[in-house]
């Protein structure tokens, strides 16, 4: 707010000096707060309001340096806006480009820079084409039509031509600059020193379509100077639609413009007429060019004849900046009125090698006069070797003119860093210099500044004690005394002294003559007010007998005013006398006729009252009785919903009850299964190792030899043989010994058996009892499988 103030002053008063210096704070502060990044209280330049708050201020110093003509201040703005843009990498609004593109677009043309004016236009006509939704027809033809002609304002030649090197690196660089800020892709490369071009510009406004939205009569005339061979008539057909042009243009609608910025502060007037010269001049330029190519001499007056834009000084001065670009090679001969064209080849390219292109010529004559003896045998000899000299020479050339070059680039870069340091030190020996004298004469300022206000003060102080001793010896001279001042010799501490004496001695008398005077006015005041009471009592009785008198005369009015008022009371009594009667009748009627109307609208009233009461009672009787049916149902509802639940809570509780009891039987089942399983295993490996230790005994005659042969195998086998067998019978004795030799494993845990009572081992114990009283006794070729499917069908 304070820096858009302080634009609004600088415009108001043209205060230019005031602009660039509040510019320069402006850009120092952003500086610094670039540079103390570490700071708690820094403003994020990323966060998107305070981004759109400096982009403001920044755009705001653009509008007013334009207006106020500042355009090298403007253009460092436009530097400013791309440097923040390129800092925080986000691109404006395309409100805020709209401004920016066009604000570079005036400069540019100010400083007749075509080129990169026509490709500011050609930013301004996409950023309308591609975000401005309300665009009319007519208006994008104004815009269209205004790119196509800064195009054609571009001059056709090549403006570095014939310059040195550092100038034409300079050039690349301020190229490279300004195509940074119109935003375009520019490769840093030797060989796109021509990126920024008259042609690439054509070849965009080709891409981009913008010849299809131009009107017709721009687009005739570009077709007239870019691509129609016209010698003579060129400039005849171009002239009517430079006029035509010249009265286009206008301020575009307001619908046209970018939304969320007014038309006035975003594109400027498009005024087609500012192309005219230009256009003028480059018509100028074809025409010579196509000339050129037809016609060898020309007359002077025939060429102002055919060229009806400028006299023939113009055309003069246009001619030699053309031929200085390398676009014409022309000679004009005053002598015989004619201009004469040449080929730019031979005037330009081949007067330069003109020695060598001479000596080659005199070379071919004298080998055409004095034919050299043909001899094959050393042109065979020395052919070979001619070949490699002319290559080693050529190559040694080629590195000579290298090294020549990195010389000569050598020397002019320590020559130009030379200059430039020696630059340096001049300039920072300057500014020392400059602020020695700077300081010197600020001293010397300020010296005779306190000087002159010390010698001001004391002039001062000497005329005013003159003046006072003057007036002090005026006084005395009247009164006859003598004067104090005698001569010259008189100081001023001396008139100081003086004066302030004169001034206590006059203080003294005055009082004095104060004094004096209030005691005579105080003894005046006494003797008048002595002489003063009797006169003041004597007035006070006389005015007290006049009130008196005027009393008494006004209380006897109002006693005889109130007696007539009386009289006429009582007379108008008696003549209302006669009418009371009347009156009393009618009031009795009006009384009886409102008193049976107020009853009637009392009756009324209480029966719509009672009706309206009887109403309620019955609507709160029915609602009652809703409400309570309503919650008597919802009760109801509710304590089956409960009784449904809580039946079948129960239900699940019975069935997982069933289901634990059936689950616990089964495992139980399970359990003595496999114990019986298990002792039924132990009992049958106990009596294969009795059968096993049975046959060991016995001798070796009655052994077999494959149970020698294969222990492995037959034990297995000696058990189901044995329990087969019913002839085969073991006494108890030695199945008890047996049984007691071979202490029997414990039974394994598993988690069936983890959780068992003591009633299940005891029944398990009797279950082992019972088989094996079974496997001893059993008969029938009852054996291991039987006893096991005999138990199974037991459990």
Known sequence: ?????????????????????????????????????????????????????????????????????????????????????CMVKK????????????????????????????????????????????????????????????????????????????????????????????????????????????????????????????TQEVKDLYNILEHEFLPLDLAIKAQPLLTKISKLGGKLSSASSVPEVRLSSSVPEVRLSQYVPALEKLANLRLLQQVSQVYQTMNIDNLSRIIPFFDFSIVEK??????????????????????????????????????????????????????????????????????????????????????????????????????????????????????????????EFEQMKNQRILREIEERELEEAQALLLEAEKRRTKRGKKPVLEGEKITKQHLMELALTEQLRERQEMEKKIQKLAKTLDYFERAKRDEAAPL???????????????????????????????????????????????KRLFQASVVSRRETEFNRIQSEREERINQIIQSRKQEREAKRKMIYYLRSEEERQKRLLEEEEARKREEMERKKKEEAERKAKLDEIAEKQRQRERELEEKERQRREELLGRSNAVPARHTVPSTMAHPAEAAPVAPASAAASPAKYVPRFK????????????????????????????????????????????GGGGGGPRSTWSSRNRG
């Not at 966060?47 to 007013?64: C, G, H, M, N, V």
């Not at 010994?737 to 071979?742: D, N, P, T």
């Open 91 to 214: 691109t404006p609004k395309p409100s805020l480009m709209v401004v920016y593109y066009a604000k570079q677009s005036e400069i540019f043309w100010i400083s007749s820079n075509h080129i990169y004016h026509a490709y500011c236009w050609l930013k301004l006509f996409s950023l309308q084409k591609s975000f401005n939704k309300n665009l009319s027809q007519k208006d994008l033809q104004l815009i269209a039509s205004s790119v196509v002609l800064a195009a054609l304002s571009v001059p056709p030649f090549d403006q570095s031509y014939g310059a040195s090197h550092m100038e034409l690196e300079n050039e690349k660089e301020r190229r490279l600059r300004v195509a940074s800020l119109i935003a375009f892709d520019v490769e840093p490369k030797p060989e796109n020193r021509e990126v920024l071009s008259r042609a690439s510009l054509f070849s965009e406004l080709a891409s981009k379509g913008v010849m299809t939205c131009v």
């Open 536 to 582: 003041i009592e004597a007035a006070y009785q006389l005015r007290l007998a006049e009130e008196e008198a005027l009393h008494e005369r006004e209380q006897k009015l109002e006693i005889e005013l109130s007696r007539q008022r009386h009289a006429g009371d009582l007379e108008e009594k008696r003549r209302l006398s006669r009418m009371l009667e009347n």
């Open 735 to 778: 199945r008890t010994s047996a049984e007691a030799g071979v202490p029997a494993p414990p039974p394994e845990t598993d988690k069936w058996t983890s959780g068992r009572s003591s009633d299940d081992q005891t029944s398990q114990q009797n279950d082992r009892w019972r088989d094996d009283r079974r496997s001893a006794f059993g």
């Open 1 to 85: 707010m304070t820096a858009h103030r302080a634009f609004q002053f600088c415009k108001q008063y043209k205060r230019t000096t005031e602009f660039r210096r509040l510019c320069e704070i402006i850009r120092n502060h952003l500086a610094n707060l670039n540079k103390y990044r570490d700071q708690r209280d820094r403003p994020d330049l990323a966060a998107p309001e305070s981004l759109q708050l400096y982009l403001d201020t920044r755009f705001e110093q653009l509008k007013i340096a334009t207006e106020l003509e500042l355009w090298q201040e403007a253009f460092r703005s436009i530097e400013d806006i791309h440097g923040l843009m």
């Open 318 to 443: 246009i001619s030699v900046d053309a031929v200085k670009h390398n676009f014409l090679t022309m000679k004009m001969n005053y002598m015989k009125g004619s201009i004469i064209f040449g080929n730019k080849n031979v005037e330009s390219e081949g007067l330069r090698d003109h020695l060598a292109t001479f000596a080659e010529s005199v070379s071919r004559a004298r080998i055409m006069i004095y034919p050299p003896v043909k001899s094959t045998s050393k042109l065979g000899e020395t052919l070979s070797d001619l070949v490699e000299v002319v290559e080693k020479e050529h190559k040694r050339l080629l590195a000579r003119k290298s090294i020549i070059e990195k010389r000569k680039e050598e020397q002019e870069r320590q020559h130009f860093e030379m200059e430039r340091e020696e630059e340096a030190k001049r300039q920072k020996l300057q500014k020392i210099t400059e602020e020695a004298e700077q300081r010197r004469l600020a001293s």
